[in-house]
């Protein structure tokens, strides 16, 4: 089992920046592709970033591209996603999951282990 906790989320305006944070605890974090993901309100919840367990490998939705940056430190057990540029359209609650593969995945079918999520609101 793997227990994951975000954090970081918040009210930020438009251009700031946030940095999520999550924690994960359970079975060895190293060996799991992590992802974040987002869900707004009536819609569906969507790919954000993944990071590969082993050499780091990083694959966005395009939307984020050159705004966001996903890493993680295996010593801490814990993923990052840094958010630059926020823009109005990125208010969603993020999710952080964890898939028990060395390949990271855009699907969130194919992750098993997930956060509770934390609020991100963009003010415009």
């Known amino acids: 089992q793997v227990q994951l906790v975000e954090s970081g989320g918040g009210l930020v305006q438009a251009g700031g920046s946030l940095r999520l944070s999550c924690a994960a605890s359970g079975r060895t974090f190293s060996r799991y592709a992590m992802g974040w993901f987002r869900q707004a309100p009536g819609k569906e919840r969507e790919f954000v970033a993944a990071?590969?367990?082993?050499?780091?490998?990083?694959y966005y939705t395009d939307s984020v591209k050159g705004r966001f940056t996903i890493s993680r430190d295996n010593t801490k057990n814990t993923v990052y996603l840094q958010m630059n540029n926020l823009k109005y359209e990125d208010t969603a609650v993020y999710y952080c999951a964890a898939r028990i593969s060395v390949v990271i995945s855009t699907s969130k079918n194919e992750y098993a282990y997930w956060g509770q999520g934390t609020q991100v609101t963009v003010s415009s």
């Open positions: 990071i590969s367990w082993s050499i780091g490998t990083t």
